[in-house]
C-alpha cells in the first residue's frame, strides 16, 4: 500500500504535483473540449490547498515536439483560475526563471501551473539534470497522474527518487480497484477485451487466465482468435504473427477452467465503410469478400447473458468498429448491460469509456479508470514505474536515523513527511453496487 497524501505533512511546504491534464483540445479554437481530467484532479487538489502547500502542478498536454503553443498549458491555467477559489499562476516555462520566480513568490493555498513538461525533451528520457532541477523547486512531491503512472519520464519516475513523497487520491483509488480486482474479485469475474490492437491484449489475456472465470472477446482481435480456430474471416483484421500464440492462449484457458468466449456471429462488411451494407455471418463462415466489423446479434444476447450473472466486469477496448454507427450496436448493447447490472464494473481504455458514457449509463458503473494504458499494464500484471517508485505507508524517510545525531526522533521532527497513521487496512473484495 503506498503512502498517501494523507500522511504528509504539507503545511508551508511546496508541494510538487504531477497530474494528467492532457485534455483534448477543439482544433478549431484551440479551447478545452472536455475538462474531465480537471475535474476529477480536484480533490487532490482542493486538499493540499486546504492544508496550506504551496503548489506547483506539472503535467503534459499532447505531443509536442519541442516548444509547440498549440499545447500550451495556459488554457488549463485559465481554467482551473474559474473554477477555485484560489489563486492560480500560470509559469510560462517549466524549471526557468519564470517557474523559479512564481514559485518564490508563492503564498500557502496559491497554485502554480508550469508549462508543458513536454515541451523538454528531458522529460520523456527522464534526464537527471532535469529530474534535479524540477525537484529543486519543491520539498515534497505527489504523483496523482495515474494515466502516465506506466511511463518512466522525469516527472513520473526520476524526481520521485529526490522528494519524499505519495500518491494522490485519485491514483491511490486506481491501484486499490485494480489490485482488489486481481486479488480478491467477487466471483464470477467476467473480462471483456476488444479492439484492434492483439498484441497489446494478448499479454492482459494470459494474466487473466487463472484469474477470471469467463473472458469475452470481441472487436478486430476476435478475427485472429477465430481464423486459429481454423474458421474463414475473409478480409477481417487479423495479426499473422499471432495465430500461433492465440491458438496456444485458447488451449491454456481450457487447462485452467477458464471460459474463453468467442464471437458466435458477426456483422460484416464489403468495405471498411459506414455507407457498407452490413451482412450477418455465423462466426468463421464470414464470406471472402467481407470484414468482420461487429459482433452480431446472438453474440450480443450471448456476451449480455455472462455480464448480467458476473459479480465482476472488467471491459476493455469496442466490440466493433464503433465509429461507425452502422457497426456500433455491438459495443453500445454491451455498455448499456454492463451499466445496468449489479456486478462491481470497470471501464478501461477512451473507446469503452466513451461508449458507457453514450449509453447514459456512466453514473451506474463502478469505476472508469482514467489511465487506459495504465490500467492495461496493471491488468497484464506488470508493476507501474510511477507507483513502484512512491513509498509505501509508513516507510518515511524521516524514519531513518540522522546522519548527524544518530537519533531516529531527531530525523522525525524535522520530517516533511509524517509516518504512518495505521497499518494498511486488510483489502476487501470490491463490493457490489446496491
Ligand atoms: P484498441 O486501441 O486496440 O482498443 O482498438 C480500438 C479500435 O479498434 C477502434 O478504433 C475500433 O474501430 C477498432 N475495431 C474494433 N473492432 C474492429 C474490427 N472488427 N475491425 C477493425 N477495427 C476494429
Known amino acids: 500500500m503506498k503512502r498517501t497524501i494523507k500522511e504528509l505533512d504539507v503545511k508551508g511546504k511546496k508541494v510538487l504535483l504531477r497530474l494528467d491534464l492532457n485534455v483534448p483540445l477543439n482544433k478549431q479554437t484551440g479551447e478545452i ?185 470481441g472487436g478486430g482481435m476476435a478475427y485472429t482468435f477465430q481464423k486459429a480456430m481454423g474458421g474463414n474471416v475473409g478480409t477481417s483484421l487479423v495479426d499473422e504473427e499471432k495465430i500461433t500464440l492465440a491458438k496456444e492462449l485458447i488451449e491454456k484457458a481450457k487447462k485452467n477452467n477458464v471460459e474463453f468466449v468467442l464471437p458466435i456471429d458477426n456483422l460484416g462488411a464489403k468495405e471498411f465503410s459506414n455507407d457498407s451494407k452490413p451482412k450477418k455471418f455465423l462466426a468463421g463462415q464470414i464470406a471472402d469478400d467481407y470484414m468482420g466489423m461487429d459482433i452480431g446479434p446472438k453474440t450480443i444476447k450471448l456476451f449480455k447473458k455472462y455480464i448480467k450473472n458476473a459479480g465482476t466486469i472488467v471491459w476493455n477496448g469496442p466490440l466493433g468498429v464503433f465509429e461507425f454507427k452502422k457497426f456500433a450496436k455491438g459495443t453500445n448493447k454491451i455498455a448499456k448491460a454492463i451499466g445496468k447490472t449489479k456486478a462491481f464494473s470497470f471501464i478501461g481504455g477512451g473507446d469503452s469509456a466513451s461508449a458507457v458514457i453514450k449509453s447514459g449509463y456512466a453514473k451506474e458503473v463502478s469505476h472508469i479508470s482514467t489511465g487506459g494504458g495504465a490500467s492495461l499494464s496493471m491488468l497484464e500484471g506488470k508493476v507501474l514505474p510511477g507507483v513502484d517508485i512512491i513509498e509505501e505507508l509508513g516507510e518515511g524517510k524521516e524514519e531513518k536515523t540522522c546522519e548527524k545525531c544518530a537519533d531516529k526522533k531527531c530525523c522525525a521532527k524535522k520530517a516533511p513527511a509524517k509516518t504512518a497513521k495505521k497499518a494498511p487496512a486488510k483489502k476487501a473484495a470490491p463490493k457490489a453496487k446496491k
Open 33 to 217: 473540449s472536455d475538462d474531465t481530467r480537471i475535474l476529477e484532479s480536484l480533490s487532490t487538489i482542493n486538499y493540499l490547498c486546504e492544508n496550506g502547500a504551496k503548489l506547483i502542478i506539472c503535467s503534459h498536454l499532447g505531443r509536442p515536439e519541442g516548444v509547440d503553443k498549440k499545447y500550451s498549458l495556459k488554457v488549463v491555467a485559465d481554467r482551473l483560475a474559474m473554477i477555485l477559489k484560489n489563486k492560480v499562476t500560470f509559469a510560462e516555462d517549466t524549471v526557468g526563471k519564470d517557474a523559479k520566480e512564481k514559485v518564490k513568490a508563492m503564498e500557502e493555498g496559491e497554485i502554480v501551473l508550469l508549462e508543458n513538461l513536454r515541451f523538454d525533451e528531458r522529460e520523456e528520457a527522464n534526464d537527471e539534470k532535469f529530474c534535479k532541477e524540477l525537484a529543486s523547486l519543491a520539498d515534497l512531491y505527489v504523483n496523482d497522474a495515474f494515466g502516465t503512472a506506466h511511463r518512466k519520464h522525469a516527472s513520473t519516475y526520476g524526481v520521485a527518487k529526490l522528494l519524499p513523497n505519495a500518491v494522490g487520491f485519485l491514483m491511490n483509488k486506481e491501484i486499490k480497484v485494480i489490485n482488489q480486482i486481481l486479488e480478491a474479485p467477487q466471483k464470477p469475474f467476467v473480462a471483456i477485451l476488444g479492439g484492434a490492437k492483439i498484441k497489446d491484449k494478448i499479454p492482459v489475456i494470459e494474466n487473466l487466465i487463472g484469474k477470471a472465470d469467463t473472458i469475452l472477446v
